[in-house]
């Protein structure tokens, strides 16, 4: 994400820096200056932050009291981090769109194995790690008392299953003076396996009177933040066209790739804008799209190796984005590729394509 | 040129490596290597090359005899070095196009002020200097003898000049294979004054023969090349339709920028698809297009600074590029700014808007 982020801010004319443990990471070769250190330690935020104007985060895994000290100091932090805060930890997010009234799964909090024993009317439900989960990671479903020994035993969020119909994720940006504009909902097909977005789809196939719900919850939870930024809300629509959120990423964010193609202003450029203090863009289409990412292949790791590549370019309105990580392993997010198309049928024919062409392997 | 080359880069798993003699040049902080050398020097282009799989060029002005001893190494050279031979030398060029029966204005080549007195009976005619101009230096026009005094005193040519209805350019791409895609023909408005872009548009408003004319001969011109690359075939529309070629650029083009957002697939991703043997995207147009380049103030030198940036970024379907030069001077390239519309008049008056608001200058 930081890395099309840089690829973004060479439009701009503004110095770039990068702050990661990794100098081989996508980003290092992007940017005016990395610096290396890790992004959770305070003094290194601190010390990376300190000549800067403008900060933003491309995970919310920070450590947020530099955060803080920087903002204190007058530095515009974009999210604000008592934002990351409240995100970073699932309970206090639930926690969160219930003090505002947002529609939210219900929940009780759990701290150990033991504990959430006692819950078995709540099931089925979905154990969340309060801290840490990532990338389907720290996410468990519980179905039977069986399913107990799965969980975490530390601070999670037992969450009342929803009968989904439909996942979807709408992107709300708000500038430095809280004017507001929103991204048209995308759908997500989900692997059951991975528990990783399989495909993507823009617009969503529901009801006007869903997305119209859907699009009026995203914005009430963008602006219960009271903070700049970019708000990914996912949330998750049931078979009564009842609209729950999921949650919510205070970011640029997996679900907003395909706007680089497919929309007026991409979620990269927008952010930028917001910390600029330019005006917004027009979040409108260009095009449908979908979208699909290229993950590691679960049977190899090592120095990565993509096939299929010159195949899926030889087909029209696609577009590809490789990372540049130099290592695969499976489940790991190492590219995407965005189709542009009229209409959803072709739109789903290419990412299914895509998905059958092109391999994320190691090289032997 | 080279910058926008590096941003489309970062969409595939490559290592990219720049030669320039700034440090601080708009590239520099976009590629994995920077190395610092003089690209028309001999020694510095054959060691930049020697561990490299190909090579491409932003300018014509490089030392071509070190790509010529890469090129006969195994290295991809795109375009060939014998392209950048005929083209960087006006006389060459010319003596090319008539040898291939390419319409282009009839030409004299001169060698200094003495000899261009004998030729006024070739008058009104344009007098290029054979190497070394760029951007509108290196060119005269010369309507009565008393104009002798501008010409060039040194290898030149001389050549008609043509009652131009409209100037075009259409830009040719050929793969490995020799596999060929045309852009749409653009239409460029100069600058009386500066003789450099006003502002471009596309497509071009010319009768439907006229452009079918166009294309054959930047098909034409793009294939006698014999070399896989892109073909920027400038070319003069004259008030009874006939079309001669102006001059050929062998590599990504200023009449090529609004292909990143108005087109399928940008130039500067087509050229990574030429180069990295993949198949040839589409070039077609997603929507109108107009261009306006931001040029130096004509009174500012120093440290640059951009005004009316948040006022057009406020206006839709408006595309910023800086290029990140930390320094103004008078009529040079600091960035440009594409613009998407439904029509001509919406394009072109977003293009004057654009003109009169931004304004390039230096720091007080």
Redesign the interface.
């Known amino acids: 994400m930081g ?2 982020l ?2 973004e801010a ?4 503004i110095e ?1 820096y990068i702050l990661e443990s990794d100098p081989d990471c ?1 980003s290092a ?4 200056h990395f610096i290396q250190g890790d992004i959770r330690n305070y003094e290194d935020v601190l010390a990376f932050g300190q000549n800067l104007d403008v900060l933003t985060i491309e995970i919310e895994a920070v450590n947020i009291e530099a955060l803080e000290v920087l903002e204190a100091s007058g530095k515009t932090v974009v999210p604000k981090p008592a934002v990351l805060k409240i995100i970073k930890n699932k309970i206090l997010q639930k926690e969160h769109y219930r003090n505002h009234q947002i529609p939210s799964p219900a929940f009780k909090t759990t701290y150990s194995i033991a504990e959430l024993k006692g819950e078995s009317d709540f099931l089925p439900a979905v154990h969340k790690i309060a801290e840490g989960g990532y990338d389907g990671r720290g996410v468990q479903i519980l179905k039977h008392p069986s399913d107990f020994e799965k969980g975490f035993d530390t601070a999670s969020v037992l969450e009342k299953m929803v009968d989904v119909q439909t996942e979807i994720a709408v992107m709300v940006a708000i500038d430095l003076n809280g004017k507001l504009v929103l991204y048209p909902a995308v759908e997500m097909i989900f692997d059951p396996y991975l528990n990783l977005l399989d495909y993507q789809l823009c617009p969503v196939n529901l009801p006007e009177k869903t997305r119209w719900k859907a699009e009026a919850i995203a914005v009430k939870v963008a602006k219960s933040f009271e903070s700049p930024g970019l708000f990914a809300v996912e949330m998750l629509v049931d078979r009564e066209g009842g609209v729950w959120v999921n949650e919510t990423a205070p970011r640029v964010h997996n679900s907003g790739h395909h706007t680089i193609e497919a929309h ?1 202003t991409s979620q990269y450029d927008m952010l930028w ?1 917001i910390m600029l ?3 917004l ?2 979040a409108d289409s ?2 449908a799209s979908s979208l699909v990412n290229l993950i590691g292949d679960k049977d190899h790791s090592g120095n ?1 190796k ?1 096939e299929g ?2 195949e899926i ?2 087909t ?2 696609v ?4 990372y ?1 990580k130099a290592q695969t392993k499976p489940g790991r997010k190492m590219g995407h590729i965005t189709i ?1 198309g009229r209409d959803r049928i072709e739109l789903i024919m290419k990412a299914k394509l895509v998905k059958e062409k092109v391999k994320v392997i190691s090289q032997p």
Chains 1, 2 share one sequence.
Do not use: D, F
Request: glycine share 8%.
């Open positions: 890395r099309m840089l690829q060479a439009n701009y004319a770039t996508p070769r992007l940017c005016h007026i804008r203090g330019y005006p863009g027009s260009i095009s990565v993509y590549i010159s370019l030889a029209e309105n577009y590809i984005h490789l540049g542009l």
